[in-house]
T-cell receptor, first 113, second 114 residues
Framework: DQQVKQNSPSLSVQEGRISILNCDYTNSMFDYFLWYKKYPAEGPTFLISISSIKDKNEDGRFTVFLNKSAKHLSLHIVPSQPGDSAVYFCAASGQTSGSRLTFGEGTQLTVNP | DTGVSQNPRHKITKRGQNVTFRCDPI?????LYWYRQTLGQGPEFLTY????????KSRLLSDRFSAERPKGSFSTLEIQRTEQGDSAMYLC????????????FGDGTRLSIL
């Protein structure tokens, strides 16, 4: 069963605008959520995380929002830059899953100049 | 911070052969993880170590797969009698073992089975 789901395989935005990437999860025991960015031929790069005791975490142009009741998180990138073009993965871990991360399928973000 | 290092970057082998991959984690990280990623999917967890102890293994890790982390530093992942379905990117990650800490990934080893 897919416990972490990213329903949009791709997203295209204009440079300078906001990018919003979404992620849904089903396991209510997840308590730590992360976003990774991946360029071709490279490993995933950690971007930002949030624990379940918070509903928002911000780091520069990146903000992650967590809605526990809806089991939904989102990543906002403002302003978007062409260098942000990559595949974005959300991931989750929880007390019952030990330290393993469960990943979504990824969303390909393209930022057009 | 030298990052997580994986070798080799690419491995091409014939079906039925054995292969071994190496991962060197970030030096102060005591947790080490192996994941597998196939095209169009996110990484899938295989196994993890805290220091030299292998604490968790996924059902994906069949008995042809074995991982070790002797002395709690680098780790190796061996696949015996490789099959076509083993073709994938094998990713290693490491993290600190205290609190909620992000995992940091290497660039992976791409395995191709002929």
């Amino acid at each position: 069963d897919q416990q972490v789901k990213q329903n949009s395989p791709s997203l295209s935005v204009q440079e300078g605008r906001i990018s919003i990437l979404n992620c849904d999860y089903t396991n209510s025991m997840f308590d730590y959520f992360l976003w990774y960015k991946k360029y071709p031929a490279e490993g995933p790069t950690f971007l930002i995380s949030i624990s379940s005791i918070k509903d928002k975490n911000e780091d520069g142009r990146f903000t992650v929002f967590l809605n526990k009741s809806a089991k939904h998180l989102s990543l906002h990138i403002v302003p978007s830059q062409p260098g942000d073009s990559a595949v974005y993965f959300c991931a989750a871990s929880g007390q019952t899953s030990g330290s393993r991360l469960t990943f979504g399928e990824g969303t390909q973000l393209t930022v057009n100049p | 911070d030298t990052g997580v290092s994986q070798n080799p970057r690419h491995k091409i082998t014939k079906r039925g052969q054995n292969v071994t991959f190496r991962c060197d984690p970030i030096s102060e990280h005591n947790r080490l993880y192996w994941y597998r990623q196939t095209l169009g999917q996110g990484p899938e967890f295989l196994t993890y170590f805290q220091n030299e102890a292998q604490l968790e293994k996924s059902r994906l890790l069949s008995d042809r797969f074995s991982a070790e982390r002797p002395k709690g530093s680098f780790s190796t992942l061996e696949i015996q009698r490789t099959e076509q379905g083993d073709s994938a990117m094998y990713l290693c990650a490491s993290s600190l073992g205290t609190g909620l800490q992000p995992q940091h990934f290497g660039d992976g080893t791409r395995l191709s089975i002929l």
